[in-house]
């Protein structure tokens, strides 16, 4: 079947099933749950997966699905959606007794990924290319809970806080050539209703405790060893340094305290910290966080208390893979004016697909339909066609482009591509960033 008749075939399959589609975003909506913990969102797509006649795995990396559709050989590429939900107290929706909700679109991710497996799958389309689409449905991106992900650690059943680096880690990309999905965006009042080609920023996460010495806040305060005042002062350190970090790395440090203390009357001896340290490339991000190790443990040493700095490996900076962008333009092209569609943008947030981005080509088109920044009480579904419909089409249009004509096009770029690192080199700087100073 010619290339064009196969995405009008796709396509109208994808508006036939959108109310199938736009059903599933509404579920996990209804039903948020934090990162690790979606075992209702993962079945949810479990039994969508075996109801498109494909054979899913369950629980790929501790919650999470995934399944294989194509049999011809060639080039397999991963379509991605995140399962997991926010903290967002404020929200109006957010679920009473967690906090948690989807703040962020995963649950339109997972609705536009699943748009493109019916897609795909129904129309046959995947009979007509070389090579497969592995589904995905992953967990844990937002980088919240750490305590619980600290204990599924100690428990054995992660090594890796985030969900892409686990599933990186557990080899469910090994057999992947290929990866793209979308991410929700509210463009402003800028007429901008896709954005192609985003870079983002990594981190290192920092858990930090302060330990002092208690003494009657009162009576005796001169025989305490104030940790709160150690605390205050890594902070200040922090901010002295902040003129050093290079403007093009768009270093971000942003502590909060997490324990000040336990009661008023009592020096505080037990003080805890947490914080990021972004940076736009790896060797930013290693030279500031030196800085600020140094800022927090001369802070302690100031007034006579101890600082113990567990580094977490986190996330890695978002790269793009121009090629790939450009395909997806072509398409996108069809449904979007030019002045509606942005092309290039360097976000100071960060994306565990950046992880991945450093092993493989990667797509990660940012899609309009809603309003309100993303992680705040505003953010809603404004403009379901445009938010679900849209990306689906486009997405499955892009995979056929890829794999078309025997995978040429994707050949081509698997070829040509230049992987930042293998995956031994990544475990191993993951690894380099997993200390206690």
Request: charged fraction near 25%; proline fraction near 4%; charge should be negative.
């Amino acid at each position: 079947m010619p290339k064009e008749e196969l995405k009008k075939k796709v396509a109208r399959i994808i508006d036939e099933k959108r109310d199938r589609i736009i059903a599933l975003g509404k579920k996990m909506y209804d039903k948020p749950e934090l990162g690790y913990k979606e075992k209702y969102a993962t079945d949810l797509l479990y039994e969508e997966f075996k109801d498109l006649g494909l054979v899913p795995k369950k629980n790929i990396a501790v919650t999470g699905c995934s399944a294989v559709a194509g049999e011809n050989p060639g080039p397999r590429i991963a379509f991605m959606g995140e399962l997991d939900a926010i903290l967002c107290h404020e929200h109006p929706d957010a679920d009473q007794e967690t906090g948690a909700v989807h703040a962020c679109g995963h649950n339109i991710q997972s609705g536009v990924m699943l748009g493109a497996a019916l897609g795909l799958v129904l129309s046959g389309a995947l009979s007509e290319l070389s090579g497969s689409v592995k589904f995905m449905a992953v967990p844990a991106e937002e980088y919240v809970e750490l305590e619980y992900r600290y204990d599924l650690r100690e428990q054995g059943k992660i090594k890796y806080f985030g969900g892409k680096q686990e599933l990186i880690y557990r080899g469910e990309l090994d057999d992947v050539d290929i990866a793209m999905m979308i991410h929700s965006l509210y463009p402003g009042d800028s007429g901008i209703k896709a954005l192609l080609g985003p870079t983002g920023n990594g981190f290192v996460g920092k858990k930090v405790q302060f330990t002092g010495k208690e003494s009657h806040a009162g009576s005796a305060p001169e025989e305490g060893v104030n940790a709160l005042n150690a605390a205050m002062l890594a902070i200040n350190n922090i901010h002295a340094q902040r003129e050093t970090f290079p403007d093009e790395e768009k270093i971000r440090v942003h502590p909060i305290i997490t324990k000040g203390g336990d009661i008023v009357n009592i020096i505080p001896a037990d003080v805890r910290m947490e914080s990021y340290v972004r940076g736009r490339t790896v060797k930013g991000i290693i030279a500031a966080n030196q800085k600020v190790n140094r800022a927090i443990k001369a802070g302690a040493l100031a007034v006579g208390a101890k600082a113990e700095i567990k580094d977490i490996p986190g996330y890695l900076p978002l790269l793009n893979k121009a090629e790939l962008d450009h395909i997806l333009l072509e398409n996108l092209s069809a449904f979007l004016k030019g002045d509606e569609i942005q092309q290039g943008s360097s976000f100071a947030g960060s994306f565990d697909f950046g992880d991945v981005s450093h092993l493989m080509p990667v797509l990660h088109p940012f899609f309009g339909g809603v309003k309100g920044d993303l992680h705040t009480r505003k953010f809603k579904i404004i403009d379901e066609e445009l938010a679900y419909i849209i990306p689906a089409k486009t997405m499955a249009m892009t995979v056929i482009d890829l794999l078309y004509n025997k995978a040429d096009r994707a050949t081509t770029i698997i070829e040509n591509h230049q992987t930042v690192m293998t995956k031994e080199e990544y475990l191993d700087l993951l690894s380099s960033f997993d200390k206690t100073i």
